[in-house]
């Protein structure tokens, strides 16, 4: 499925109130064509909900791409550790 495809039925799926959680835990490689597929979900986020899109199980590499193209300021992102943690509680 291309970033695309994906978009497209993640929109139409979408509820104007919807928070949209990203699992990328199997994500092995991430180019443009990713960081737009997030660009263009948060150009249609929900403006009221904070977090309205949020990453879990980014991985150090992700996060660095992220960082590395200002984009970590922008969406919320909680790391492969965090959950790691989490799951033992």
């Known amino acids: 499925m291309t ?3 994906a978009l497209a039925g993640i929109q139409k799926e979408l509820a104007p109130s919807s928070r949209v959680v990203i699992d990328v835990a199997d994500l ?3 180019d443009t064509s990713f960081l737009r597929f997030l ?3 948060k150009k249609h986020e929900n403006k ?7 990453l879990v199980h980014v ?7 992220l960082e590395i193209t200002g984009l970590g300021r922008v969406f919320a992102c909680d790391d492969m550790a965090a ?3 989490l799951a033992r509680i």
């Open 48 to 54: 009221s909900e904070r977090d309205a899109i949020r």
């Open 59 to 65: 991985s150090r590499r992700l996060r660095r791409l």
């Open 39 to 41: 660009l263009h979900l």
């Open 28 to 30: 092995e490689y991430a």
């Open 83 to 85: 959950h790691a943690a």
């Open 3 to 5: 970033c695309t495809e």
